[in-house]
Structures are given as structure tokens and as C-alpha cells.
């Protein structure tokens, strides 16, 4: 099973670029599909982007076209989360989450039954 485990958060100013990283721990040279996900305070968590890593087939939420880039480093066994033109907005705990699947599913694309969690890097977008 994979085990994410995300890193690169902290705080940014407006404007700026940020990339985060979700090592996917445990894939053994498996394909594995790793989805970003960000819960901001007040809100309710919203899955952001998934990406497999057998094909590198993509799935981006509306809310986040244009800003938001996935892309995966399959020698590294990790994905990478990278937001340009940082909003206040955007500051939010982010995570990224890996399902039992090793394709990207209509479930997952949709952003459900994902099964393996990272902790959670905070992100915190100042203006």
C-alpha cells in the first residue's frame, strides 16, 4: 500500500509560487495514483487534482484550472503539487491522499474513496 507523505509547505506572500511534494512511500515500483487535496479554515476539505502514475493521466477540479499544475517524478516515487499567482485564498492545510487503485477511477477523478493519507502540510498565503 502507499503511504504518502507531503512536504513543502509554509508561508508566502501574494503573487508567489509555491510547490509541494507527496512522496508516495511504499509503492515498491507500483503504479499508484496520488490526489491533492486542501482544506481551508471554515471550510470543508476539496480534492484539488490526482494524477496516475502509470500514464500520468490528470484530473484537475474547475476551481483550480489555470493555477494549479500536477506532475509526478516516477524515478522519485513522488508528485508534486505546484500553485502559481498565490491568493489569501489559497492558504488552506493541504494534503495529498492515495486510493487502493492504481488507475485514475470515475470514484477518484470525482475525488472519493481515497484510502491512504498524509498528514498535511500547512500553507499559508499572506498579502
Known amino acids: 500500500e502507499v503511504q504518502p507523505v507531503e512536504s513543502g509547505g509554509g508561508s508566502v506572500q501574494a503573487g508567489g509560487l509555491l510547490r509541494l511534494s507527496c512522496a508516495a512511500s511504499?509503492?515498491?515500483?507500483?503504479?499508484?495514483?496520488i490526489g491533492w487535496f486542501r482544506q481551508a479554515p471554515g471550510k470543508e476539505r476539496e480534492g484539488v487534482l490526482c494524477?496516475?502514475?502509470?500514464?500520468?493521466?490528470?484530473n484537475y477540479a474547475d476551481s483550480v484550472k489555470g493555477r494549479f499544475t500536477i506532475s509526478s517524478d516516477n524515478a522519485e516515487n513522488t508528485v508534486y503539487l505546484q500553485v502559481t499567482g498565490l491568493k489569501p485564498e489559497d492558504t488552506a492545510v493541504y494534503s495529498c491522499?492515495?486510493?487502493?487503485?492504481?488507475?485514475?477511477?470515475?470514484?477518484?477523478?470525482?475525488?472519493?474513496?481515497?484510502?491512504?493519507w498524509g498528514q498535511g502540510t500547512q500553507v499559508t498565503v499572506s498579502s
Open positions: 491522499a492515495a486510493p487502493l487503485g492504481t488507475k485514475i477511477s470515475p470514484y477518484t477523478a470525482g475525488f472519493f474513496e481515497y484510502d491512504y
Open positions: 511504499g509503492s515498491n515500483g507500483d503504479d499508484y495514483v
Open positions: 494524477i496516475s502514475s502509470g500514464d500520468d493521466s490528470t
